[in-house]
């Protein structure tokens, strides 16, 4: 499996206003997603989970990476609206093949439909991450692209894939931290955490951006 910074694509890195140091900032993560919560407690022993409501509906016409990028801001911004001294992390991803934007099967049979179309291809995920604090008026963003290229893939194995990962909540039916890799030639991405759910490079760029002390 290759990590290589030449797949890597960012677009809308943005600053409003820099966070002076401060000792104490309370951070929430916009998320309910238990990936989320896994990865960023690696980087932070504190911090609290927040349910974002946001409509998730595409916009006519969107592309995948727009998408994303714009509901991690959206997700940022419901929490930081409701809590605004605090640095409130949202994030989103989907999957992109064929021009097409893939969420979450929902489904096994859905999850086994998606992935026997990616089999012999590359699949493009979108990862978008943003950092809101409305006292501060502190907002950084950014999207992280991971290439996945599937092997050829057969509908029984795919099957028992499905069977053993449950990838059910996860873009794409496919979950790089479990058993998915038996499914790929080659993982390619700057960030590696970020076909998870949340670029950890990123984040850490940004809180350290934001003043938090990393480790």
Not at 71 to 87: C, R
Not at 108 to 126: G, P, R, T
Not at 179 to 185: E, F, Q, T
């Amino acid at each position: 499996m290759v990590f290589a910074n030449d797949h890597l694509t960012q677009t809308g890195h943005f600053t409003l206003k820099m966070h002076p140091q401060s000792h104490q900032k309370e951070l929430i993560l916009a998320s309910t997603s238990p990936y989320r919560h896994a990865l960023l407690a690696r980087l932070c022993p504190s911090f609290i989970s927040h349910k974002p409501e946001v409509d998730e509906t595409p916009l006519p016409g969107e592309r995948t990476n727009a998408l994303t990028e714009r509901l991690a801001l959206a997700k940022a911004e419901s929490v930081a609206t409701a809590f605004p001294a605090a640095f409130v992390i949202g994030s989103d991803q989907l999957a992109e093949f064929a021009g097409r934007s893939i969420g979450k099967p929902g489904s096994e049979e859905k999850a086994v439909a998606q992935l026997m179309q990616f089999s012999n291809h590359s699949v493009n995920f979108h990862t978008s991450v943003a950092v809101i604090c409305k006292a501060s008026a502190f907002c950084q963003y950014t999207t992280i692209r991971t290439e996945v290229q599937f092997r050829k893939l057969g509908k029984d194995e795919v099957r028992r894939y499905v069977a053993l990962d449950k990838p059910l909540d996860c873009a794409g039916a496919f979950r790089s931290e479990a058993a998915g890799p038996m499914l790929l030639r080659a993982m390619n991405s700057s960030d590696p955490s970020a076909i998870i759910g949340l670029p950890l490079i990123a984040v850490a760029c940004i809180l350290r951006d934001a003043g938090f002390q990393l480790p």
